[in-house]
């Protein structure tokens, strides 16, 4: 069965660190990648896509994800992080499969950016 | 555009009474998404439309819950009777064309609470 793992359910980071949240698929077929943020009390808001072509995907606010179909990952990273990035980040595959359609998310990733 | 509207923010309701959830989509956008998200399961697929006919509701948990999508412009999402275990935030989507490569937009959910 298709799936997503997202490796770390929180990961927490000081202001202006570096930080990269993981993810990973289930593939036997093509797929598109997307990684969502949500802020409280509101809905997903898509940070950024993988379709095709270059396998490095840049987003807003300053996050970049690579796509690695050897290892079927799609980590998203950024090299400094501001408080404002406190927020879940869920990663989601669309699988491209005789009309198969439905996008599935991961469980997502509380990153928590303290002072 | 205004986005996703979904009415109500916050529904307070007790066990065995009628629940009916609201959706807005983008104009123009022919598919239409409903999410349930908790903290044990995250975000589960209900059901999808396309061009306001239901695609697939596999995801629906049972015959208490049910998706209308009478126009364009507006579906609902009904559970009859309610249930504590329905506690959860519910979420609308929509995207132009099914393909893999159309991002969702997301609704700011309802948060169901079912006392």
């Known amino acids: 069965a298709q799936s997503v793992t997202q490796l770390d359910s929180q990961v927490p980071v000081f202001e202006e660190a570096p930080v990269e949240l993981r993810c990973n698929y289930s593939?036997?077929?093509?797929?598109?990648l997307f990684w969502y943020v949500q802020y409280p009390n509101q809905g997903l808001q898509l940070l950024l896509k993988?379709?095709?072509?270059?396998?490095l995907v840049k987003g807003i606010n300053g996050f970049e994800a690579e796509f690695n179909k050897s290892q079927t990952s799609f980590h998203l990273r950024k090299p400094s992080v501001h408080i404002s990035d406190t927020a879940e980040y869920f990663c989601?595959?669309?699988?491209?499969?005789?009309?198969?359609?439905?996008?599935?998310f991961g469980a997502g990733t509380r990153l928590a950016v303290h002072p | 555009d205004a986005g996703v509207i979904q009415s109500p923010r916050h529904e307070v309701t007790e066990m065995g009474q009628e629940v009916t959830l609201r959706c807005k989509p983008i104009?123009?956008?022919?598919?239409l998404f409903w999410y349930r998200q908790t903290m044990m399961r995250g975000l589960e697929l209900l059901i999808y439309?396309?061009?306001?006919?239901?695609?697939?509701d596999s995801g629906m948990p049972e015959d208490r819950f049910s998706a209308k999508m009478p126009n364009a412009s507006f579906s609902t999402l009904k559970i009859q009777p309610s249930e504590p275990r329905d506690s959860a935030v519910y979420f609308c989507?929509?995207?132009?064309?099914?393909?893999?490569?159309?991002?969702?937009?997301f609704g700011n959910g309802t948060r169901l609470t079912v006392t």
């Open positions: 989601a595959v669309r699988y491209i499969s005789g009309g198969y359609n439905k996008l599935i």
């Open positions: 593939s036997s077929v093509s797929v598109y």
């Open positions: 989507a929509s995207s132009l064309g099914g393909a893999g490569n159309s991002p969702l937009h």
């Open positions: 439309f396309n061009n306001n006919v239901p695609i697939d």
């Open positions: 104009s123009g956008h022919d598919y």
């Open positions: 993988y379709l095709s072509g270059s396998t």
